[in-house]
């Protein structure tokens, strides 16, 4: 579904990212481990079309999409559900996730968004109670589950999630990893950023580590648990 090939990037003159390929096939999971500054974020970025200085390619079905605009990248099946969550804390529930459904409102498809909505209450049912509450006064588990119901107003097929359990408690991430499942048995293609690399590795079928810009360990998420290296440098083990 997604390859990236050789892509680069930086930030004025530190480089960030250095020729990183990575594959997502359709309906998989692929977790991205690494440590903090190592271009996790960076990588998810240039894909959703947030970062335009870049070099190597972004292919997505087979379309180059390298120098796509974000709303393009969006309109053709990619959503992302940032670090920090970042709702709009001064809106509603309700209104962060219509601002997911941009899309369907510019084509004044409000059936769409109403059937979406729905889908995206019997989800998360707790934000269906709180629809009409102030993003901000959220939990931080609530909040993430509203980052990611406001990505999936979209419809996407490929959902980028940048470091969804950061922050919250035990047992938050648990719920959280939980719908990450459900989403992918349902037939979402999901690219993971994390750096809760146990748990990353347990729920993905491939897995890549990203350290300093290069992907250093590339392969199936069951081998790289029982890598001698990761164990050592991220699972404490």
Known sequence: ??????????????????????????????????TN??????????????????????????????????????????????????????????????????LSFRRRDRAEVRKRTREIYTMFGILEKRSKQIAGTLSGGEQQMLAIARALMGDPELLMMDEPSMGLAPLIVKD?????????????????????ARAALHIAHHACVLETGKIVLDGPAAELLENPRVKKAYLGA
Request: include cysteine; aromatic fraction near 4%.
């Open 176 to 196: 959280i990893f939980n719908v990450i499942k459900t989403l992918n048995s349902s037939g979402t293609t999901i690219l993971l950023v994390e750096q809760n």
């Open 37 to 102: 500054g190592a271009g996790k974020s960076t990588l998810l970025k240039c894909i959703s079309g947030l970062i335009e200085e870049k070099t190597g390619r972004i292919l997505y079905k087979g379309q180059d999409i390298s120098n796509f605009p974000a709303h393009r990248i969006v309109a053709l099946g990619i959503s992302q559900v940032p670090e920090g969550r970042q709702v709009f804390g001064d809106l509603t529930v309700q209104d962060n996730i219509n601002l997911g459904a941009y």
């Open 1 to 34: 579904m997604l390859k990236v090939e050789r892509l680069s990037a930086s930030y004025r003159s530190i480089a960030a990212l250095k020729g990183v390929t990575v594959r997502v096939p359709i309906g998989k999971v692929v977790s991205i481990i690494g």
